[in-house]
C-alpha cells in the first residue's frame, strides 16, 4: 500500500509539472522582450528532458512492481497512468511545435534586436555629447552650480537607464546565439559623466566653502586649513 500511494502521488506530481510545461512551450510571443524569456525558458526545458522522462519512467516501474506481485491497482490509479503517457506525449509534440517556432521567428526578432541596440546606442551617444554642451560648459552657472548638478542628476539616472537596457541586450544576443555588442561607447559616457560630476561636484564644494569663509569670523578662521583646502581645490 505504501509503494502503492507513493506511485500515486509521483504520478500526480508529473502530471501537473508536465501540464505546467506544456503551457509554457504552447505560448507564441512576438514581442522582443516575450520571445527572449520563451527562447530561455524553453532551453531550460530541454535540458529537463532526460530528468523528466526518468520521473516517468520512475512511476511505470513501480506500478509495474506492484503488478508483478499481485496488488490491486485502482482504476482512478491506471486512468491517471494513462493520462501521464498522453501529457508526456502531447509534451514532446508541442515542444517539438516550439522549437520549430523559435527557428522561424528568430530571423526577425534578430533583426529587432538589432535595430533596437543602434538605437540604444544613438541615445548613448546624444547623452555622452550633451555632457560637452548646453549647462555643463556655461561658466556663468560657476556662481550657481545647480543647474548643472540637477541636470547631472538626470543624465546619471537615464546613463544607468541605458546600461540596464545594454545587460539585457547582450542576455537577448546570447540566447540568440549572437555576438554580444561591447558597448565601448558605455565606457566613454561614464568616464566622460564621472569627469563632469566631479567637475561641478568640486565648484558646488568651492562655492560652499568660499561662502563660509566669507561669512565667518575673520579671527575664527583656521588659515592653514584653508590653505589645505584652497590646495584641494586648485
Same mark, same amino acid.
Given at each position: 500500500?505504501?509503494?502503492?500511494?507513493?506511485?500515486?502521488?509521483?504520478?500526480?506530481?508529473?502530471?501537473?509539472?508536465?501540464?505546467?510545461?506544456?503551457?509554457?512551450?504552447?505560448?507564441?510571443?512576438?514581442?522582443?522582450?516575450?520571445?527572449?524569456?520563451?527562447?530561455?525558458?524553453?532551453?531550460?526545458?530541454?535540458?529537463?528532458?532526460?530528468?523528466?522522462?526518468?520521473?516517468?519512467?520512475?512511476?511505470?516501474?513501480?506500478?509495474n512492481?506492484?503488478?508483478?506481485?499481485?496488488?490491486?491497482?485502482?482504476?482512478?490509479?491506471e486512468?491517471?497512468?494513462?493520462?501521464?503517457?498522453?501529457?508526456?506525449? !502531447?509534451? *514532446?509534440?508541442?515542444?517539438?511545435?516550439?522549437?520549430?517556432?523559435?527557428?522561424? %521567428?528568430? =530571423? #526577425?526578432?534578430?533583426?529587432? $534586436?538589432?535595430?533596437?541596440?543602434?538605437?540604444?546606442?544613438q541615445?548613448?551617444?546624444?547623452?555622452?555629447?550633451?555632457?560637452?554642451?548646453?549647462?555643463?560648459?556655461?561658466v556663468?552657472?560657476?556662481?550657481?552650480?545647480?543647474?548643472?548638478?540637477?541636470?547631472?542628476?538626470?543624465?546619471?539616472?537615464?546613463?544607468?537607464?541605458? !546600461?540596464? *537596457?545594454?545587460?539585457?541586450?547582450?542576455?537577448?544576443?546570447?540566447?540568440?546565439? %549572437?555576438? =554580444? #555588442?561591447?558597448?565601448?561607447? $558605455?565606457?566613454?559616457?561614464?568616464?566622460?559623466?564621472?569627469?563632469?560630476?566631479?567637475?561641478?561636484?568640486?565648484?558646488?564644494?568651492?562655492?560652499?566653502?568660499?561662502?563660509?569663509?566669507?561669512?565667518?569670523?575673520?579671527?575664527?578662521?583656521?588659515?592653514?586649513?584653508?590653505?589645505?583646502?584652497?590646495?584641494?581645490?586648485?
Amino acid at each position: 500500500e505504501l509503494v502503492r500511494d507513493l506511485a500515486k502521488a509521483m504520478a500526480n506530481r508529473q502530471l501537473v509539472e508536465i501540464k505546467k510545461r506544456i503551457q509554457i512551450v504552447a505560448a507564441r510571443p512576438h514581442s522582443l522582450k516575450d520571445f527572449a524569456g520563451y527562447v530561455e525558458s524553453i532551453s531550460n526545458l530541454k535540458t529537463k528532458e532526460k530528468a523528466l522522462t526518468k520521473h516517468v519512467e520512475t512511476v511505470e516501474k513501480m506500478y509495474n512492481l506492484l503488478k508483478q506481485h499481485h496488488v490491486m491497482i485502482p482504476p482512478e490509479d491506471e486512468v491517471q497512468l494513462d493520462d501521464l503517457h498522453n501529457v508526456l506525449d !502531447e509534451y *514532446k509534440l508541442k515542444m517539438e511545435e516550439a522549437m520549430k517556432f523559435k527557428e522561424e %521567428l528568430l =530571423p #526577425e526578432m534578430s533583426t529587432s $534586436l538589432g535595430l533596437s541596440i543602434n538605437r540604444l546606442n544613438q541615445n548613448l551617444d546624444a547623452e555622452t555629447a550633451k555632457l560637452s554642451e548646453g549647462v555643463f560648459i556655461d561658466v556663468s552657472n560657476f556662481d550657481e552650480p545647480s543647474p548643472a548638478l540637477d541636470e547631472l542628476i538626470q543624465t546619471k539616472q537615464k546613463l544607468d537607464s541605458i !546600461e540596464e *537596457k545594454a545587460v539585457q541586450f547582450r542576455k537577448f544576443q546570447e540566447l540568440f546565439n %549572437l555576438m =554580444p #555588442e561591447e558597448y565601448e561607447n $558605455l565606457k566613454i559616457a561614464k568616464d566622460k559623466f564621472d569627469a563632469t560630476d566631479k567637475l561641478w561636484q568640486t565648484v558646488n564644494r568651492w562655492n560652499e566653502q568660499y561662502d563660509a569663509w566669507m561669512n565667518d569670523e575673520f579671527t575664527t578662521l583656521d588659515v592653514e586649513e584653508i590653505n589645505k583646502d584652497v590646495q584641494v581645490f586648485f
